[in-house]
C-alpha cells in the first residue's frame, strides 16, 4: 500500500511538473473603496502592478501581485448654517496579494488569497465654503493621526484569462485589521482591472 501511495504521489507530481507553466504580466483598473462605519461612502481611486502566475496543473494556480493602490472614502456632508461640509480621506498602500486560483474551465478562474498591505501616505481633505484644509496642513501643529502602517486583508474575485494573453479581474477585499490605532474602521475595495501576460 505505501508504495503504491507513493507512486500514486510521484504520478501526481510528474503531471503537474509537465504542466506547469510561469506567466508573467502588468495590470491596470479602478478602484471604489471605503471604510467601514457610519457615515461613509465609496470613493473612486487606481490601481496598478505586476504579477507572476504560476500554473500549477491544468486547475489551479498561485499568482502573487505587486501593486500601488489608492484608496480612501467620501464622508457624508454635513450642513453648516449656510454652506456644506464636505470631507474625504486618501490612503496610498502598496500591496501583496497571494492568490490562489481555481480554473472550471478555461481561461475562467475563481481567485482567494490574503493580501499583505502597506500604507505609504494618507490624507484627510475638508472642505467649507471653498476654504480646503487638509490632514498635512496641521502637521506642524502636532497632529499625527495617521494610519497603520500595516493591513491584512481576505481577497476574493473572478477573472478570466484570454489565449493572446491579455487578463480581466474582478476582486473584492475584506479588511480584517483597523486602519487606525483607535476606532474599528477597517478598509474595504472592490477592484476591477485589465492587465496582460507573457508566458516563459
Request: hydrophobic content about 40%.
Amino acid at each position: 500500500m505505501k508504495k503504491m501511495l507513493l507512486a500514486l504521489l510521484a504520478a501526481v507530481m510528474c503531471m503537474g511538473g509537465a504542466f506547469a507553466q510561469l506567466s508573467m504580466g502588468s495590470k491596470v483598473g479602478l478602484n471604489l473603496s471605503s471604510l467601514t462605519g457610519d457615515r461613509t461612502n465609496y470613493k473612486a481611486g487606481v490601481n496598478v502592478g505586476v504579477f507572476a502566475n504560476y500554473r500549477i496543473n491544468s486547475l489551479f494556480a498561485i499568482q502573487p501581485e505587486f501593486l500601488y493602490s489608492m484608496q480612501g472614502t467620501a464622508f457624508d456632508d454635513v450642513p453648516v448654517l449656510t454652506k456644506t461640509l464636505e470631507s474625504s480621506y486618501t490612503s496610498h498602500y502598496l500591496d501583496i496579494p497571494v492568490l490562489l486560483k481555481v480554473y472550471p474551465w478555461r481561461g475562467l478562474n475563481v481567485q482567494v488569497g490574503p493580501q499583505f498591505g502597506f500604507c505609504v501616505d494618507d490624507e484627510y481633505k475638508v472642505k467649507l465654503g471653498g476654504e480646503e484644509v487638509s490632514s498635512k496642513d496641521l502637521e506642524k501643529y502636532g497632529y499625527d493621526n495617521k494610519a497603520k502602517t500595516f493591513d491584512f486583508a481576505l481577497a476574493v474575485g473572478l477573472g478570466y484569462e484570454f489565449d493572446f494573453g491579455m487578463t480581466i479581474d474582478a476582486r473584492y477585499n475584506f479588511g480584517l485589521t483597523k486602519v487606525y490605532d483607535q476606532g474599528d474602521a477597517k478598509n474595504t475595495l472592490f477592484m476591477l482591472s485589465l492587465g496582460y501576460k507573457f508566458d516563459f
